[in-house]
């Protein structure tokens, strides 16, 4: 069985001058409980070179345990994919799912959206 799930729908994001991360709105995370294998889609359509995005997972709701589970430094506008198989993958797909933000320093802008095509062994 399988399932497409919005991990994030269209945002764009702007900043100035800081290099502090950006995460995904807690509330936002995706459940990925009953799946083992995921397909992300990022769909970028503005950007400034130099950003990356990361996908991480996680086991429970707890900041220490999140880890990256595939990233993603897209050099133009367009969609990229990554595909995490449980079986071969370093970080395989845990149970809480969101992405975090790396931006250059200095004005940058990001407009994006993620999918996540989530099926069971």
Known sequence: ??????????????????????????????????????TVL???????????IEIQTSPAIDERLFQVMTSFAPSGTGTSQSIVRFA???????????????????SWVFTFRILLLLKTE
Do not use: K
Request: glycine fraction near 8%; proline fraction near 3%.
């Open 1 to 38: 069985m399988g399932a497409t799930i919005m991990l994030q729908d269209w945002i764009a994001l702007r900043g100035a001058s800081s290099s502090d991360d950006i995460f995904q709105t807690a509330s936002e995370w995706v459940d990925a409980e009953d799946y083992s294998d995921v």
């Open 42 to 52: 990022l769909e970028v359509s503005e950007l400034t070179s130099g950003m990356g």
């Open 88 to 106: 071969t993958a370093s970080v395989p797909l845990a149970r809480f799912v969101r992405w975090r933000l790396r931006h250059p320093v200095g």
